[in-house]
């Protein structure tokens, strides 16, 4: 099978580990995401890096009352529960994959090691990546773009539950369009709610692309790494 994309990585928020239940964990959509992620790096040998949100049990900036340092750290330790959960999923599927965080924490999972984080890849281990970059004021998004930066990875993959980005929101206007590739300059200049600006720059910076692509439909992962236009491209 011939690849587009040898390494990438893969940018989950919080909410798609919630399913219906909207909050926590529904440990079925995991299992069901997971799933996907464990075929398509069996069939074609891609190498699959994970960064996951929080948003599923803390927004930290919603938290208005709260010192800005200790809401994001809170957050933190929900992506970690996010990234365990995804590790547990793969361990019951019969994948190797391991947690790497940006805090350490010895007892639950590996503290991240760009080197370390390498070797698993190669050894074709799914590595996720949880605790953001590991600092306050940086959102996941931006953990992801940092990620894919240190690691290598030729693309971000965004998951969402739409199939690309539209000139507004499709679901409030009838009249919205798809776009099927924006560079990035426009998607900052627009306010396109694609990653946040600093992740979008630092992806600019580093010339790595962001696809933009739904997660809901099966198959879409296979389509990307081989390489089938779908979804929405910056660049």
């Not at 997971?34 to 948003?55: F, H, R, Y």
């Not at 350490?104 to 698993?120: G, L, P, V």
């Not at 990620?147 to 971000?156: C, L, Q």
């Amino acid at each position: 099978m011939k690849l587009k994309y040898k390494r990438v990585l893969l940018k989950l928020s919080g909410e798609a580990l919630a399913g219906n239940k909207g909050m926590g964990i529904d440990f079925d959509k995991v299992l069901d995401i997971c799933s996907e992620i464990k075929d398509v790096a069996t069939k074609t040998n891609v190498e699959i890096a994970i960064v996951v949100g929080g948003g599923n049990f803390w927004r930290g900036r919603s938290n208005q009352h709260m010192d800005r340092c200790t809401s994001d750290h809170i957050g933190m330790l929900g992506t970690t529960m996010n990234a365990l959960a995804i590790n547990d999923a793969f361990k019951q599927l019969g994948y190797e994959s391991r947690v790497q965080t940006g805090i350490e924490m010895r007892q639950i999972a590996e503290f991240y090691i760009k080197n370390r984080a390498d070797r698993h890849m190669q050894k074709g281990r799914i590595v996720i990546f949880g605790c953001g970059t590991g600092n306050p004021f940086f959102s996941t998004d931006t953990a992801a773009a940092l990620r894919a930066a240190e690691i290598n990875a030729e693309i971000v993959l965004k998951a969402t539950n739409v199939d690309g980005i539209y000139t507004a929101d499709p679901k409030k206007d009838k009249n919205a369009t798809k776009i099927d590739e924006i560079t990035y300059i426009d998607v900052l200049n627009k306010k396109l709610n694609v990653m946040d600006s600093t992740a979008t720059t630092l992806c600019m910076d580093n010339n790595i692309p962001i696809l933009v692509y739904n997660m809901n439909v099966k198959g879409n992962l296979l389509k990307v790494v081989t390489g089938e236009e779908i979804g929405t491209i910056v660049k």
